[in-house]
């Protein structure tokens, strides 16, 4: 995984288009390919992002600007990042991930309410 502190501005063009004015974000550039921009406040969910399967081209540009373009495999989804300053740029081998493995309270309620659906609702139904 590679983290990158810095300085950007993101714009989105796709399905739509939203813009990101410039401010200091985490960028993460995960193995599997996907890259998520986050900032520091607002919740855990990125600002933007592109699921993989996608293409991360790097340029410098004449100015010293770092731009990075990702593109979906499929489709004319861009994130376009252009970096004016990295402050942090590092990567690292998370090894293979061993997955979630629920148990407790949370696995105990899920069951009874797979089994008694009806607890929050008369004409409720189990979907799977």
């Known amino acids: 995984?590679?983290?990158?502190?810095?300085?950007?501005?993101?714009?989105?063009a796709g399905r739509l288009s939203a813009h990101l004015?410039?401010?200091?974000?985490?960028?993460?550039?995960?193995?599997?390919?996907?890259?998520?921009?986050?900032?520091?406040?607002?919740?855990?969910?990125?600002?933007?992002?592109?699921?993989?399967?996608?293409r991360l081209a790097e340029e410098t540009t004449t100015d010293s600007m770092l731009t990075w373009t990702v593109s979906a495999a499929k489709g004319d989804d861009t994130v376009r990042i252009a970096i004016s300053q990295v402050l942090h740029d590092s990567s690292h081998d998370l090894g293979?991930?061993?997955g979630l493995v629920k148990d407790g309270v949370e696995r105990h309620l899920q069951e009874l309410l797979a089994e008694h659906p009806e607890t929050l609702g008369e004409e409720l139904t189990l979907v799977r």
């Open 1 to 12: 995984m590679r983290l990158v502190i810095a300085r950007c501005q993101v714009d989105y």
């Open 21 to 54: 004015p410039e401010a200091v974000r985490l960028l993460l550039v995960k193995t599997d390919g996907s890259v998520l921009v986050h900032a520091d406040a607002g919740g855990y969910k990125p600002l933007m992002w592109m699921t993989p399967p996608c």
């Open 96 to 98: 293979v991930d061993p």
